[in-house]
């Protein structure tokens, strides 16, 4: 089985940034639960399960970046699930 290494040093999450293994979890619960078809917001993807476990993460983040203002593209979306 491939292993995967992730380091780092502390930047991204000094910033707010969504980059912890947990975050990236909650996002993909996401992407396979609901399998999206049109133009992807920044509430479509982490106002369901990031929300409800890093409740705290996600209010940062929005207090620091201007959300409505992040649309992901739907093909690279469906492409992780």
């Known amino acids: ?3 995967i290494l992730i380091t ?3 930047f991204d999450l000094f ?4 980059t912890k293994y947990g975050h ?4 993909m619960e996401t992407i396979e639960q609901y ?3 049109e ?4 509430e479509d993807l982490f106002e369901r399960h990031f929300k409800e476990k890093f ?3 996600y ?3 929005k207090e620091k970046y201007k959300t409505e203002n992040i649309h992901f593209e739907k093909e690279k979306i469906n492409e992780l699930a």
């Open 1 to 3: 089985m491939s292993k």
């Open 8 to 10: 780092g040093n502390g």
């Open 15 to 18: 910033h707010g940034l969504p």
């Open 24 to 27: 990236f979890m909650a996002i």
């Open 35 to 37: 399998g999206f078809k």
């Open 39 to 42: 133009k992807i917001s920044f």
């Open 55 to 57: 409740p705290n993460d």
């Open 59 to 61: 209010e940062s983040i």
